[in-house]
């Protein structure tokens, strides 16, 4: 079984520029988050989609973060424009259940390392 | 608003030996779960043990357990036998029935030969 994939696995830009990750889920995974992890600290949720829906996006700073997630399945995060405390490590993830999809295990991706500059 | 806290940022232990890894939370909700993760020095990271808040049994996959002390709100991680393999950073993470996720900041764990 594949795992979750991620692009680009890394991505170096200047401030004030846009950037854009995509993650391809687990096949069938009806669940999927976004996490930022700045160095030393633990994943936090960004955005979690039940199916193409959006489930919780409390924490995104919807002022330059968005993200979509086109019919149930690949999902794209942006950041525009990108400031230097958005330096840190993307992590998608996915999750089986359609319900209460937090309490499944979560399933990884490698992650997205942004250097802002 | 639901809390994870890992009070130990490092730990070390000696390989083949036992170490316990702390975790404390809070939450609202009677019903929720509580996880260990594994991420290895860039590798992803993985599931190690989880625990549903009603069973009052302690969870247990191969050499890792948890104490689950419900009313405490602590979620320890114990690792016998440890081996080189083990040495990551460990995130405990816990999970509200309606989704949101909170993980720990992390302990990273060093195993010496």
């Known amino acids: 079984e594949a795992g979750v994939a991620q692009s680009p696995r890394y991505k170096i830009i200047e401030k004030r520029q846009s950037v854009a990750f995509w993650c391809n889920p687990i096949?069938?995974?009806?669940?999927l988050y976004w996490y930022q992890q700045i160095l030393g600290q633990g994943p936090k949720l960004l955005i979690q989609?039940?199916?193409?829906?959006?489930?919780?996006d409390s924490q995104l700073p919807k002022d330059r973060f968005s993200a979509e997630r086109l019919k149930g399945v690949d999902s794209t995060l942006k950041i525009q424009p990108a400031k230097l405390e958005d330096s840190a490590v993307y992590l998608c993830?996915?999750?089986?259940?359609?319900?209460?999809?937090?309490?499944?295990?979560?399933?990884f991706g490698p992650g997205t390392r942004l250097t802002v500059l | 608003a639901q809390t994870v806290t890992q009070s130990q940022p490092e730990m070390s232990v000696q390989e083949a030996e036992t170490v316990t890894l702390s975790c404390t939370y809070d939450t609202s909700e009677s019903d929720y779960y509580l996880f260990w993760y594994k991420q290895p020095p860039s590798r992803q990271m993985i599931l190690v043990i989880r625990q549903e808040a009603y069973k009052q049994q302690n969870a247990t996959e191969n050499r890792f357990s948890v104490n689950f002390q419900k009313a405490a709100k602590s979620f320890s991680l114990k690792i016998s036998d440890s081996q080189l393999g083990d040495a990551a950073m460990y995130f405990c993470?816990?999970?509200?029935?309606?989704?949101?996720?909170?993980f720990g900041d992390g302990t990273t764990l060093t195993v010496k030969p």
């Open positions: 989609f039940q199916n193409n829906g959006v489930v919780d």
């Open positions: 096949s069938g995974h009806a669940t």
């Open positions: 993470a816990l999970a509200e029935n309606a989704g949101k996720s909170t």
């Open positions: 993830a996915s999750s089986l259940s359609p319900a209460g999809g937090g309490t499944d295990t979560q399933y």
